[in-house]
């Protein structure tokens, strides 16, 4: 008798469904002639002083690995900057982390916390990875749904609903992606109010917190009372235009940092030591960059913004991160029927914005982190797209 082939792939990988952006970005890579708003990554080539400061540790030979929490000068740069840009305070030798980009940081956290069964409050629409990453830590993800009458900001009394006796955090990203919403302070005093209350942890990834447009960014560690409850993850991608670098780091109490750093030591040891050289050089001497990136994202995201509504696809006032998230209702197509017809008739790639939940159907994420032509072209091609329906 023929012996039953065994499943090597565990169930829980095998369950996973791939992410909806790659699969657009696949589409489009084989076609020519295509204007992409789809890559979630800035346009900009990482400044030179940065890039040279990589050389300059590779020339003087700093190969060797560093510490698991990463080399202790950028961890006081960062504690530094972390102070001295959003007042929050961590020790450099013991609250702060290096990680492989913020999504290490995530992934990090989530295996830290979590047990069996445990509950995380995920605001959707949101980053493709935050569900799985729960699912894969061995937690539960509870979606709950921004809405775009209110902005896409979550409402306190919606957290309050989905609260049960096995709920540990909540995730948050402000600036959101893909919606490019902020949180202000008084939005997030609200949040962290829930959070003392049912003693919840929360997990705020905060890589956008540099691109913010019309008024200053709030860290949630900095409201009264969370910083002893709050994850806080941040990194070099998005702000210093270090994508390809793969560098974040996470900012914990030392009870939460010290259990995060026996999981982050066994499973990646540390982040890429040259990367490392590079975001000392970042945080030291990168300010400028980052001013003049943020004024060219403001022009660019009042361009399209402005642009969108006049084509008639509704569409709100992003505070930060790189984001427009329009609606297309009014075309009766759904997100994945838009941005499938979008592709191929007109050679725009967008994302739909379903994958990044069930409260994203009806919109389409356009990053605006590309050029002001390219973006004036892209218009008028989604445009005439609409025309044509």
């Not at 469904?17 to 084989?30: Q, V």
Request: aromatic share 8%; glycine share 6%.
């Amino acid at each position: 008798m023929k012996a039953t082939k065994r499943q090597f792939i565990s169930k829980m990988v095998t369950d996973l469904k791939p992410s909806g952006i790659r699969r657009f970005f696949d589409l489009a890579a084989g076609m020519e002639g295509v204007i992409s708003l789809g890559v979630g990554e800035p346009d900009f080539v990482t400044p030179w002083n940065i890039r040279e400061a990589a050389i300059n540790s590779l020339e003087r030979g700093f190969t060797a690995y560093t510490p698991n929490a990463g080399l202790l000068e950028l961890r006081e740069e960062i504690s530094y900057y972390m102070n001295s840009q959003f007042d929050v305070n961590y020790s450099p030798t013991d609250e702060i982390i290096v990680t492989v980009g913020a999504s290490s940081a995530i992934d990090l956290a989530m295996r830290t916390i979590l047990d069996p069964g445990d509950e995380v409050i995920v605001v959707e629409p949101c980053f493709v990875s935050y569900v799985p990453m729960v699912e894969l830590a061995g937690g539960v993800a509870v979606q709950v749904q921004a809405l775009k009458e209110n902005d896409f900001k979550i409402l306190p009394n919606q957290l309050e609903q989905v609260i049960s006796s096995k709920t540990k955090a909540i995730m948050l990203c402000s600036p959101n992606n893909p919606t490019g919403t902020m949180l202000n302070k008084q939005e997030l005093e609200a949040i962290a109010k829930i959070a003392i209350q049912h003693d919840l942890l929360i997990i705020a990834d905060e890589i956008y917190a540099e691109l913010s447009y019309d008024e200053d960014y709030t860290s949630m560690a900095a409201i009264e009372g969370m910083r002893e409850r709050t994850i806080l993850v941040n990194g070099f991608s998005k702000g210093f235009a270090m994508t390809g670098w793969r560098l974040g780091f996470v900012c914990a109490p030392i009870e939460i940092s010290s259990a995060m750093l026996k999981v982050h030591q066994y499973a990646l040891m540390c982040a890429s030591t040259m990367s490392q050289y590079a975001a000392i050089e970042a945080l030291k001497n990168g300010r400028p960059e980052v001013e003049e990136m943020v004024k060219s994202y403001r022009r660019r995201r009042n361009y399209i913004v402005q642009s969108f509504n006049e084509i008639g696809l509704e569409c709100h006032i992003p505070g930060g991160a790189f984001y427009a998230f329009p609606s297309i209702k009014s075309t009766g197509l759904t997100s994945q029927q838009f941005a499938e017809q979008l592709l191929m008739k007109e050679n725009v790639a967008v994302v739909p914005g379903d994958v990044f939940g069930e409260s994203g159907e009806g919109h389409i994420r356009c990053s605006y982190a590309s050029s002001l032509e390219e973006l004036q072209e892209a218009v008028n091609r989604i445009k005439r797209f609409i025309d044509s329906l």
